[in-house]
Nanobody, 114 residues
Framework: QVQLVESGGGLVQPGGSLRLSCVASVSIFRILTMGWYRQAPGKERELVGTINSVGNQNYADSVKGRFSISRDNGKNTVYLQMNSLKPEDTAVYYC????????WGQGTLVTVSS
């Protein structure tokens, strides 16, 4: 069974930065398109951005220019660098493959507040 383990969340002031990590225990990690998702209180989970097997990225308009996704296939890890954080970025952040989702991990909580 694939496990997804997110980490790196916390409390940050508006304008601050955080870097999230996600380790995926799947042997085919290097060929997967991976995504970062988030779920804010009272809202549905949404896709924040994706990175494919060769490193091409796409982002939701709400985070474009502020967030950046990268990956280290040798470590089965995908990262989310979040800059210029806003209170509306407050959410639990998850990683997962894009399409044919694996079981969700526990996520990591990001709180943007002064």
């Amino acid at each position: 069974q694939v496990q997804l383990v997110e980490s790196g969340g916390g409390l940050v002031q508006p304008g601050g930065s955080l870097r999230l990590s996600c380790v995926a225990s799947v042997s085919i990690f290097r060929i997967l398109t991976m995504g970062w998702y988030r779920q804010a209180p009272g809202k549905e989970r949404e896709l924040v951005g994706t990175i494919n097997s060769v490193g091409n990225q796409n982002y939701a308009d709400s985070v474009k220019g502020r967030f950046s996704i990268s990956r280290d296939n040798g470590k089965n890890t995908v990262y989310l660098q979040m800059n210029s954080l806003k209170p509306e970025d407050t959410a639990v952040y998850y990683c997962n493959r894009v399409g044919n989702l694996y079981l969700w991990g526990q996520g990591t909580l990001v709180t943007v507040s002064s």
